[in-house]
């Protein structure tokens, strides 16, 4: 059964330093999420690509985030320059725009 | 903007028990969807709800969608300890004039059964 993969499972890293989290979504799907999970806390929405460019971002997203579909199957999501706060588990997703979201494992991001 | 409220946000049952987890949303939407969560892992997707009236089970769980009163539930049946985990609701906004469908989650209920 397909599924959407991401790598590493688990990144730390200084406050300050560029990371950059990758996803491959499954294959024929069209639309590719990044969420956000603070400890403890709900999935937050980041940011939704389609047809090659954003679609839409939240609040969150801002100046320090960005994405690329570099390829036809990697989808990345960068932190240029991490913050305590960006501390937290980020969730690719991808749909084909009729059903559900497929979820990835997760990538754990520890910022010190 | 879409709200998502679950509750209880926290659960405490005893095995054999049943309970019922509320998820309410407050835009238009005919598309709910209810995941699974445990400690440290991802979200398993448990249903997906696209109409109204729509009702699933799965083993112990039910869900139903109630999409005039934004209303879905999560109904567990004799509860098992294998079932304490976190479940989240989430609504798309397909139908609230995004077009993305992206999710929104609400807070989650973490179940724990007690033996």
């Known amino acids: 059964e397909p599924e959407v993969t991401q790598t590493p499972s688990h990144q730390v890293t200084q406050m300050g330093q560029e990371v950059i989290l990758r996803c491959v979504p499954i294959?024929?799907?069209?639309?590719f999420y990044w969420y956000r999970q603070i400890l403890g806390q709900k999935v937050e929405f980041l940011v939704s690509?389609?047809?090659?460019?954003?679609?839409?971002k939240s609040e969150i997203f801002d100046d320090q985030f960005s994405v690329e579909r570099p390829d036809g199957s990697n989808f990345t999501l960068k932190i240029r320059s991490t913050k305590l706060e960006d501390s937290a588990m980020y969730f690719c997703?991808?749909?084909?725009?009729?059903?559900?979201?497929?979820f990835g494992p997760g990538t754990r991001l520890t910022v010190l | 903007e879409l709200k998502v409220e679950q509750n209880p946000l926290f659960l405490s049952m005893q095995e054999g028990k049943n309970y019922t987890i509320y998820c309410n949303y407050s835009?238009?939407?005919?598309?709910l969807y209810w995941y699974r969560q445990d400690p440290g892992k991802s979200l398993e997707s448990l249903f997906v709800?696209?109409?109204?009236?729509a009702v699933k089970q799965e083993g112990r769980l039910m869900a139903s969608l109630d999409t005039k009163a934004r209303l879905s539930t999560l109904h567990i049946t004799a509860a098992v300890h294998d079932l304490s985990a976190t479940y989240f609701c989430?609504?798309?906004?397909?139908?609230?004039?995004?077009?993305?469908?992206?999710?929104?989650f609400g807070k989650g209920t973490l179940l724990t059964v007690n033996p």
């Open positions: 989430a609504v798309d906004d397909s139908l609230s004039g995004g077009s993305n469908y992206k999710l929104t």
């Open positions: 835009t238009t939407s005919d598309r």
């Open positions: 709800l696209l109409s109204n009236g």
């Open positions: 294959s024929n799907h069209l639309y």
């Open positions: 997703a991808s749909n084909s725009g009729y059903n559900e979201q497929f």
């Open positions: 690509f389609y047809n090659n460019e954003i679609s839409e």
